[in-house]
């Protein structure tokens, strides 16, 4: 069975600062990982996805993660810091496992990003 | 951009009672999800829902649950009986495929809460 596991629910940065948030994943097949921001109110929205193309993935935002398969994570980072980044991310994964390629994601418990001017 | 609606964003029900959300997915979308957070967990896959019928459910999606498209538009998710523990925000989500590397469109969620 695929799992993702999402390292500290809460994390607070310094606006420009390093944003590093974790993710590492179970799944005995080769994953396909994304990674969703929610702002308050609003629904998931796609912020960067890895599809084997390529190992360090550019999404929206100036946020980018890289694949390793030998840690099992997907971290997403940011260079710096920006207010409007505060908001709630969540990594989630998806495979074959079973044959089916119907989608189903399988998220992490979410971490929630605060930004301090 | 296209965008995927819901509705109501906010219910109350009390226990018992039966409940329908209701999503309007990407018009060109042929998959079609829900999914529902409790507070404080996960978000966590419901059903998945393709040419008019289930194609992959939860164990959570027990007979209390049905989903419907009614129309060329709607994709509905029945509640028959609400239970406290119904108490979530439900995701719709759509894709144009069911193709693994496909990005899913989540709607902003139904925030329901039984009483």
């Known amino acids: 069975a695929q799992s993702v596991t999402q390292l500290g629910s809460h994390v607070s940065v310094s606006e420009g600062a390093l944003v590093l948030l974790r993710c590492n994943y179970s799944?005995?097949?080769?994953?396909?990982l994304f990674w969703y921001v929610q702002y308050p109110n609003q629904g998931l929205q796609l912020l960067l996805k890895y599809t084997s193309a390529a190992t360090l993935v550019k999404g929206i935002n100036g946020f980018e993660a890289e694949f390793k398969k030998s840690e099992t994570s997907f971290h997403l980072t940011k260079p710096s810091a920006h207010m409007s980044d505060a908001a709630e991310y969540f990594c989630a994964v998806r495979t074959n496992a079973g044959g089916t390629s119907y989608g189903k994601l399988t998220f992490g418990q979410g971490t929630i990003l605060t930004v301090h001017p | 951009e296209p965008e995927v609606t819901q509705t109501p964003s906010h219910q109350v029900t009390q226990m018992g009672q039966e409940v329908i959300l209701r999503c309007v997915p990407i018009s060109n979308h042929l998959y079609f999800y829900w999914y529902r957070q409790i507070l404080g967990q996960k978000v966590e896959f419901l059903v998945s829902?393709?040419?008019?019928?289930?194609?992959?459910k939860s164990e959570i999606f027990d007979d209390q649950f049905s989903v419907e498209r009614p129309d060329g538009s709607n994709f509905t998710l029945k509640i028959r009986s609400t239970k406290l523990e119904d108490s979530a925000m439900y995701f719709c989500a759509s894709t144009m495929t069911g193709g693994l590397v496909e990005t899913q469109y989540f709607g902003p969620g139904t925030r329901l809460l039984v009483l």
């Open positions: 829902f393709y040419n008019n019928e289930i194609s992959e």
């Open positions: 799944s005995s097949v080769p994953p396909y």
